[in-house]
Nanobody
Framework: QVQLVESGGGSVQTGGSLKLSCDVSGDISSINCMGWFRQAPGKEREGIAVIAEAPTRTDYIDSVKGRFTISRDNAKKSMYLEMNSLKPEDTAMYFC????????????????????WGQGTQVTVSS
């Protein structure tokens, strides 16, 4: 059974950077699709980035393109989200997630295919 644990959140000022990590217990090499999601107070959860290996792909929502970079290192059993030029509107709880029961990401931004979730790490960006 795959378990996910996020780390790296914190408080930064506008324009700052953070790098989130998602450590995977279990066989990460069997996981094709992984992603990062966030949820701000009073708002719905949104998918912000996805990474898959077969076929190789990364994708982002428009609001983070050019600022965030998703990556994974199977040898370290980890996935990452490097966040630059942070804005107050990026403030949210950030979650990593994985699809462990299928090779397909599906409509990843909805998160419906993701069946393994971490507990989240808080990111706060002050102006």
């Amino acid at each position: 059974q795959v378990q996910l644990v996020e780390s790296g959140g914190g408080s930064v000022q506008t324009g700052g950077s953070l790098k989130l990590s998602c450590d995977v217990s279990g066989d990460i090499s069997s996981i094709n699709c992984m992603g990062w999601f966030r949820q701000a107070p009073g708002k719905e959860r949104e998918g912000i980035a996805v990474i898959a290996e077969a076929p190789t792909r990364t994708d982002y929502i428009d609001s983070v393109k050019g600022r965030f970079t998703i990556s994974r290192d199977n040898a370290k059993k980890s996935m990452y989200l490097e966040m630059n030029s942070l804005k107050p509107e990026d403030t949210a709880m950030y979650f990593c997630a994985a699809v462990t029961v299928s090779r397909f990401c599906g409509p990843w931004y909805r998160g419906t295919n993701f069946n393994a979730w971490g507990q989240g790490t808080q990111v706060t960006v002050s102006s």
